[in-house]
């Protein structure tokens, strides 16, 4: 199983800052991975698959890079909106699909 | 508009059975691997279970396996999880998601409470 280990656990940042979420898998899993937002009470969006592919609707500030087993989420400029809970996924060896344990970005 | 409206859920005891469906709308069905992925209350998100297009191929997370059942019913847009010998490590929110490169989208979850 591979294990994905995103940091870091809690990012405090303001509107307007820059965000980098990091997630780290335990063995390649090349570009075949993907980030999800979750709002409080919400069920999780897509954002990102294979790495760096924004999904339909999602704004341009969300951009996704890495292969192998290092990623990255970044966030340009965080909007009121952007403040939750972020997951990445892996899809490369499975079953089973798993997740990362997720980053909270909250407000500073 | 693509849409996923699970229903199903609710309280239960240890040992029982629980039936949860997806209906889908807006796409075609019949052309996606549908999921099902859990959130126990506060924690992580947690994949369950994955159906193929046709429904002849089924994969399970360990923790459910020769438990769970998924099925779908591709004449009525519809993805099932049967549900049995829960345990009160299966308390979650569960949501059907499509499955593609990626869960998308979601619906918006059902829960499921198992207690005595």
């Known amino acids: 199983e591979i294990v994905l280990t995103q940091s870091p656990a809690t990012l405090s940042l303001s509107p307007g800052e820059r965000a980098t979420l990091s997630c780290r898998a335990s063995q390649s899993v090349s570009s075949y991975l993907a980030w999800y937002q979750q709002k409080p009470g919400q069920a999780p969006r897509l954002l990102i698959y294979d790495a760096s592919n924004r999904a339909t609707g999602i704004p341009a500030r969300f951009s996704g890079s890495g292969s192998g087993t290092d990623f990255t989420l970044t966030i340009s400029s965080l909007e009121p909106e952007d403040f939750a809970v972020y997951y990445c996924?892996?899809?490369?060896?499975?079953?089973?699909?798993?997740f990362g344990g997720g980053t909270k970005v909250e407000i500073k | 508009e693509v849409q996923l409206l699970e229903s199903g859920g609710g309280l239960v005891q240890p040992g029982g059975s629980l039936r949860l469906s997806c209906a889908a709308s807006g796409f075609t069905f019949i052309n996606h691997a549908m999921s099902w992925v859990r959130q126990a209350p506060g924690k992580g998100l947690e994949w369950v279970s994955t159906?193929?297009?046709?429904?002849?191929?089924?994969y399970y997370a360990d923790s459910v396996k020769g438990r769970f059942t998924i099925s779908r019913d591709n004449s009525n847009n519809t993805l099932y999880l049967q549900m049995n010998s829960l345990r009160a490590e299966d308390t979650a929110v569960y949501y059907c998601a499509r499955w593609d490169f990626g869960f998308d989208p979601w619906g918006q979850g059902t829960l499921v409470t198992v207690s005595s």
């Open positions: 996924q892996q899809r490369i060896i499975w079953p089973p699909l798993t």
């Open positions: 159906i193929s297009t046709s429904g002849s191929t089924t």
